[in-house]
């Protein structure tokens, strides 16, 4: 029997010694380097380094500074964080995915400031809030404690389905009780810090130039200086917005008023969500339907959603209102938006004669209602402190008998509409009679307002043209020729 020639093992290669990390700069000699880039003007290289310390202490002292560098030197990161809210939850949860290991606090910032305004609050968006709460345990920001109520507050308030409210706020308070204490610096870091502070004092400023020009913006909404002057320092900072507000007003210039352009068109249909703001969670964007607008930059007509319910009431008072010109679809305000918003550039309004007593009694009268919609006449009076430069009242009124004109016409203003619903055929004969009628009975008598317009009854569309009255030398009505 032949013997089994032995085989010697081959020797297993020893495996190669990883090379050993490069020893990161302690957090001081970081914060000096820091220093030293802000003298230079190298405001990037300042940022990553206050980022890089960020990463080993969480200070949402340094987390500020990282914020004021960087407005001033924008990278990749601010792009995407710009741009990662699309109109759709799903495109924007894949986009926030993609941040999954970032550790910066400008990543942390934006979940926090995200969370507060609720981009998303549909079922189908509770996976988006839950990554956003994940993004902040992962990020271990402290700053975390501070923005909790306000967290809480605007999901109590617009996460309508309960079991999904439940979820979150039970997720929100676990991430909150295992936050880790924030480390204190060295003495001689925290010295450092200060001089940081100190340095970046000017881009505070900027920042709070930024502030400044909303409020005079929210103050002015008819002036575009200080809107022109917004968008340039937008634009320093590379927001797109600075670009839609030029673009804009350049087109609100142009008699007739053209079209938007291509561009213009880009812009809102990428941004034009995420620049509502905290007025969002209540306006109605992006679909067929919706009839949100933007003028000169800011929002103009402000689309209330249908499911609009409690979610008012958190942002009823925002200065973002001040811009706004035309509220459409405001069928239940029990938040009673009318009588609390900074609504200084609304022009018309449909409303219940039964709420001017209330918007009488606004600190703030609604200087820039020109055409109120009415129900039914209103004191002249009361009319008057609720909206002191009224030009116009419009009503349904269907017999436009002269009593019902007078009462109308009592109420103060120089120019008084009366308009008409469909009317059924059969007595559309009778009506029309009656209002020629009453027209001719109108011509050469005192006349109660500067203007009255009066449209005839109809019955198939388009409705004939309305009848125009206007107050002569004399003080009597005259019918105005419609080709004059």
């Keep these: ?6 085989t010697k093992a081959k020797a297993k290669p020893k495996p190669k010694a990883k090379p050993k990390p490069k020893p990161k700069p302690a957090p001081l000699a970081t914060l000096r380097g820091a220093l030293t880039a802000v003298q230079g003007q ?25 914020d004021l560098l960087d407005a001033k030197a924008p990278d990749a990161l601010t792009t995407r964080l710009a741009t990662l809210v699309t109109p759709r939850v799903t495109s924007s949860l894949a986009n926030l995915r993609k941040l999954r290991k970032v550790d910066d606090p400008r990543l942390a910032k934006f979940a926090l400031d995200a969370l507060v305004a609720l981009p998303f609050t549909a079922d189908t968006a509770e996976e988006f809030l839950v990554t956003l709460v994940d993004t902040i345990e992962r990020l271990d920001d402290p700053r975390f404690a501070g923005r909790m109520a306000a967290i809480e507050e605007a999901i109590k308030t617009r996460i309508n389905r309960l079991a999904i409210r439940t979820r979150l706020l039970w997720r929100i308070a676990k991430v909150a009780a295992e936050l880790p204490t924030v480390a204190s610096p060295a003495a001689t870091e925290a010295a450092v810090e200060q001089q940081l502070a100190k340095a970046l004092e000017p881009l505070r400023s900027t920042s709070r130039s930024v502030e400044t020009l909303l409020a005079d913006i929210y103050a002015n909404p008819d002036d575009d200086g200080p809107r022109l002057v917004y968008a340039d320092l937008l634009l320093e900072h590379g927001d797109l917005r600075g670009e839609l507000i030029t673009l804009q007003i350049e087109r609100a210039s142009k008699v007739p008023l053209p079209e938007p352009g291509a561009r213009e068109q880009e812009l809102l249909k990428k941004h034009g969500k995420a620049w509502l703001g905290t007025l969002a969670p209540v306006l109605s964007w992006g679909k067929g339907y919706s009839r949100s607008e933007y003028r000169r930059g800011f929002i103009a007509i402000a689309d209330i959603i249908l499911s609009v319910g409690k979610k008012l009431g958190p942002v009823k008072a925002d200065p973002a209102w001040a811009t706004v010109e035309q509220i459409e679809g405001l069928y239940d305000d029990e938040s009673r938006l009318l009588e609390t918003a900074p609504l200084r550039a609304l022009r018309e309004l449909e409303i219940d004669a039964a709420r001017i007593p209330g918007l009488a009694k606004r600190a703030v009268p609604l200087v820039g209602i020109r055409s109120i919609f009415l129900d039914e006449p209103v004191d002249a009076a009361v009319l008057r402190k609720a909206f002191p430069n009224l030009v116009t009242i419009r009503a349904y009124c269907p017999q436009k008998t002269l009593d019902t004109i007078a009462r109308y016409a009592a109420c103060g203003t120089e120019h008084v509409v009366l308009q008409h619903y469909h009317f059924e055929p059969p007595g559309l004969r009778a009506a029309r009679a009656e209002f020629d009628a009453t027209v001719a009975a109108l011509l050469g008598t005192r006349a109660h307002v500067q ?34």
């Design 451 to 484: 203007r009255l317009t009066l449209a005839p009854p109809f019955s198939k569309h388009p409705p004939p043209p309305s009848i125009e009255l206007r107050r002569d030398a004399a003080g009597n009505y005259e019918r105005v020729d419609p080709g004059a």
């Design 42 to 66: 190298d405001f990037a290289a300042a940022r990553d380094a206050l980022i890089e310390v960020w990463q080993a202490r969480r200070s949402p002292m340094l987390a500020e500074l990282v």
């Design 1 to 6: 029997m032949a013997k089994a020639k032995a």
